[in-house]
């Protein structure tokens, strides 16, 4: 069975500083994954995926993240944050015709 | 193109009702789940339909049920409420192109038990 981990749950952080936002993933399947985020009182945007090819993934936002098969991971990072990034990140991984999602990593930016 | 639309938005109904929620999705998705998040379990998944079809179903009760029409939108029904139900309910679609199961979210329903 597939499982996401989001060891932090919480990563505060100074605007314009860099951040790494971690996820863990198991899977016995071909490997899916997703980063989507959550702003508050709203639903899920997908932030960015790693469906094949090359492993960094990008998003139009400055967001990217890295596939890193031997260590399992797929770790989000921004060189320099807004106090606009401040919101909830979820990784998930494809199951079996569903998305299993981490428990999620709320950014705190402040000035 | 429009996105995935879900309504209402908020509802507040007391212990013992029953809700009725509803979701379109993207034009032309013709997957719909439904994803239950609450702060002490985050998101779970509910359910998933496909071309009026339940394909997977989460571990909930059967209080918890869903359907799909032949326009693809879809409703999900919480008979005889508890409180613990109160959470966002998260509707997304998908594409279903070959195997990427990328999906799309609606703003959610917030559901109050009282």
């Known amino acids: 069975a597939q499982s996401v981990t989001q060891l932090d749950s919480q990563v505060p952080v100074f605007e314009e500083a860099p951040v790494e936002l971690r996820c863990n993933y198991s899977?016995?399947?071909?490997?899916?994954l997703f980063w989507y985020v959550q702003y508050p009182n709203q639903g899920l945007q997908l932030l960015l995926k790693?469906?094949?090819?090359?492993?960094l993934v990008e998003s139009i936002n400055g967001f990217e993240a890295e596939f890193n098969k031997s260590q399992t991971s797929f770790h989000l990072r921004k060189p320099s944050v807004h106090i606009s990034d401040t919101a909830e990140y979820f990784c998930?991984?494809?199951?079996?015709?569903?998305?299993?999602f981490g428990t999620g990593t709320r950014l705190l930016v402040s000035p | 193109k429009a996105g995935v639309t879900q309504t209402p938005r908020y509802l507040i109904k007391t212990r013992g009702q029953q809700v009725t929620l509803s979701c379109s999705p993207i034009?032309?998705?013709?997957?719909v789940s439904w994803y239950q998040q609450t702060p002490g379990q985050g998101l779970q998944f509910l359910f998933e339909?496909?071309?009026?079809?339940?394909?997977n179903k989460g571990n909930f009760p059967g209080r918890f049920s869903g359907r799909q029409f032949s326009n693809s939108r879809s409703e999900m029904n919480v008979s005889t409420l508890e409180l613990g139900d109160s959470a966002l309910y998260l509707c997304?679609?998908?594409?279903?192109?070959?195997?990427?199961?990328?999906?799309?979210f609606g703003p959610g329903t917030r559901l109050t038990v009282t």
């Open positions: 997304a679609s998908s594409l279903e192109v070959g195997r990427t199961y990328e999906q799309y």
């Open positions: 899977s016995s399947v071909s490997v899916y």
């Open positions: 790693y469906l094949s090819g090359s492993t």
């Open positions: 998930a991984v494809r199951g079996f015709q569903k998305l299993v």
């Open positions: 034009s032309g998705h013709r997957s």
């Open positions: 339909y496909f071309s009026e079809t339940q394909r």
